[in-house]
């Protein structure tokens, strides 16, 4: 074979892996979830609750309103990853409501697009795919291995 049939076979070599891999991170679908859990902070309280919200249901805490309209995980085999689009709105002292935020939260980082306000925080901290669905269980801690048990030292000679 000579040099420039190997290249060619090579770049079609890689052209095939570069495709097949494309196409692998492609088949890999968002799952849906029915249920978004947010978590809510009442800053003149110092409370903090958490909440589910059933999808294009709304929910109000204080005097927000929140109505998530998609709650996505990632499948077990892939790295974790949280989202919801949501749309937050304020009925003000003049019973009207104000939009104070719409687009996408990530329970990963909940400062990033958490909804601040004056009086309230709310932040996404999960999906379910039931209402009241208890929190994932984190992994159990690994106990300490206890130490070896003591050798006599090489030079000690047991007496009888």
């Known amino acids: 074979m000579t040099a420039s049939a190997c290249r060619g076979a090579l770049r079609a070599l890689a052209a095939v892996f570069l495709l097949s891999a ?11 979830n029915p ?3 947010f978590s809510g902070l ?3 309280t110092g409370r903090i609750i958490t909440f589910d919200v059933l999808i294009d249901e709304t ?6 309103q929140v109505t998530p309209r998609v709650c996505h995980t990632r499948p077990p085999t892939e ?11 304020e009925i ?3 019973n009207k409501i104000q939009r104070l935020f719409t ?3 990530f329970a990963a980082s909940p400062g990033l697009h958490a909804v601040e306000h004056p009086v309230y925080d709310v932040w996404l901290v999960d999906c379910k795919m039931q209402m009241g669905e208890p929190p994932a269980p984190e992994p159990e801690a690994q106990p300490e291995a206890e130490p070896p048990p003591e050798l006599p030292a090489p030079d000690a000679v ?3």
């Open 35 to 37: 249920v978004a859990e």
């Open 103 to 105: 687009g996408w939260m």
């Open 22 to 32: 494309a196409a692998a991170a492609a088949s890999a679908e968002p799952l849906n």
């Open 79 to 89: 790295p974790a990853q949280t989202t919801a689009f949501v749309e937050v709105d």
């Open 158 to 160: 047991p007496e009888d």
């Open 42 to 44: 009442d800053k003149i």
């Open 92 to 94: 003000t002292l003049a």
């Open 59 to 64: 929910v109000q805490f204080g005097a927000l």
